[in-house]
């Protein structure tokens, strides 16, 4: 059977995000409405969508506000859409959740506190402890960024730092009756880690917090340390009362797109293999163990034998030392690259869900046999970019970047490896 692999991937990709859409999940999960007040708050890259999901299907009155991230807004008539940056805070986000964790506050036991949450809203909810600035957060978060941080290491920082994460939001909202729906961009889909867990009991404590920093050799300012040595620092721990009436739900998760994705390449003739759907660790090393498997299926068949996809999801994280563009998706597919110095038969797609590759203007990139040739041919060293982090600068110079724009979701990394005959 002759493939189109481009047109498979960008399908195995669509299918992925739209296994994730707000318009897709939401509805499903929305609660009965309360004989009171519903307040619906919320933070994340999908809270817009999923803000306008509520509003279209939700029978009763409604207010409240989310904040997401420049340019993942949705057209909302009651609930106010605020965008704010990631993933480094700023004033906006800061402005934000002031007001939403003031909205929580004063309602009774009647009343319905609905939290829109996706990955994302760790930045974009970015209330400092007091005693802690909003500088403090964004040098801090700008460090773990570039540390090769995990997503839990980063936020059990960031919750340890804060005073609406780690379960204080929804304290706040106490004696009301608190239903999150969450969006999982977290590998293991922990409810505590997604969006740093603001109505989640969180199991980590300020020394953890402070562990991290020591690790990744990350300064901070002596008042911040004090601020995670004090008891004012801990987060809500499992048992606390006043979560007492919370509700978690997970509606979307990495696994669900990654078996819609399956679905796409199983009939169009190639044998999915679900490799994992939370694989964390440096990106590049993880290219390396993906075309190591890849080889491994071309010439003996094996853990599946070809015309046959491999698929996986998760958050890798890139050690930033050279000064290029490019978000962990492009790192990971420019090392796939070259680790498989242009390999017949594979090819290849790395792309984060939210349309976002880190900070960059495209959701990631496809890599094909040719690749390697083709941009030794206008000049451009993949070894030489690789080692400066510049995974966008390579595929854009091949013309191989996948833009998407926000996709108003976010369900982590997607990646899709076809291994032809």
């Known amino acids: 059977m002759a493939f189109d ?3 498979l991937l960008l ?74 940056s990631h993933p480094v805070p700023d004033a906006a986000g800061l402005a934000a959740a002031e007001r939403i964790l003031a909205a929580v506050q004063g309602l009774t036991a009647d009343d319905l506190v609905l939290c829109l949450i996706s990955g994302g809203g760790s930045a974009l909810l970015a209330l400092p402890a007091p005693g802690v600035t909003l500088a403090d957060k964004q040098s801090i978060n700008k460090a773990l960024l570039k540390s ?54 969180d199991p980590t404590t300020s020394a953890d917090a402070l562990a991290i ?52 390449a199983r009939e169009a003739g190639a044998t999915p293999l679900i490799l994992a759907n939370d694989i964390e660790g440096e990106a590049r090393d993880v290219a390396l163990v993906h ?9 003996f068949g094996q853990p599946i034998a070809p015309p046959c996809v491999l698929i996986s999801g998760g958050e890798t994280t890139v050690t930033v030392r050279g000064s290029g ?24 797609l790395a792309g984060d869900t939210d349309g976002i590759d ?23 060293d993949a070894k030489a970019r690789l080692a400066d982090n510049d995974g966008y600068g390579f595929f854009s110079a091949i013309g191989d970047l996948v833009v998407t724009g926000p996709t108003l979701t976010n369900v982590n990394d997607f990646r899709a490896i076809v291994v032809g005959r």
């Open 148 to 201: 090769g941080a995990t997503i839990s290491e980063m936020n059990c920082v960031r919750k340890h730092l804060s005073a609406i994460k780690g379960g204080r939001l929804a304290a706040a909202a106490a004696p009301a009756r608190v239903v999150a729906l969450l969006i999982s961009d977290v590998p293991g889909d922990d409810p505590c880690v997604i969006a740093s867990g603001p109505t989640v009991a």
């Open 291 to 299: 075309a190591a498997i890849a080889r491994q299926s071309y010439h």
């Open 325 to 348: 563009r490019g978000g962990r998706n492009a790192e990971f597919l420019l090392a796939l690259c070259v680790a498989l110095d242009g390999h017949p038969g594979i090819y290849a």
């Open 11 to 84: 399908n195995m990709f669509e299918a992925a995000v739209g296994a994730a859409s707000p318009e897709r999940c939401v509805p499903l999960h929305l609660p009965s409405p309360p004989a009171g007040r519903t307040i619906v708050v919320g933070a994340g890259k999908a809270a817009g969508s999923m803000a306008k999901a509520v509003e279209d299907h939700w029978p009763g009155p409604l207010e409240g506000l989310v904040v997401t991230r420049y340019g993942h807004g949705a057209p909302c008539r009651r609930i106010e859409v605020i965008e704010a």
């Open 5 to 7: 692999y481009r047109q």
């Open 358 to 380: 880190g900070t960059e203007d495209n959701a990631g990139a496809l890599l094909f046999p040719e690749s390697l040739a083709r941009a030794a041919a206008l000049g451009v």
């Open 213 to 264: 920093l020591r690790k990744y050799a990350i300064a901070a300012p002596d008042h911040v340390l004090a601020h995670l040595g004090s008891s004012g620092a801990e987060t809500l721990k499992p048992g606390d009362p006043r979560l007492a009436r919370v509700e978690n739900v997970m509606i979307a998760a990495p696994q669900m797109s990654l078996e819609a994705a399956a679905a796409v």
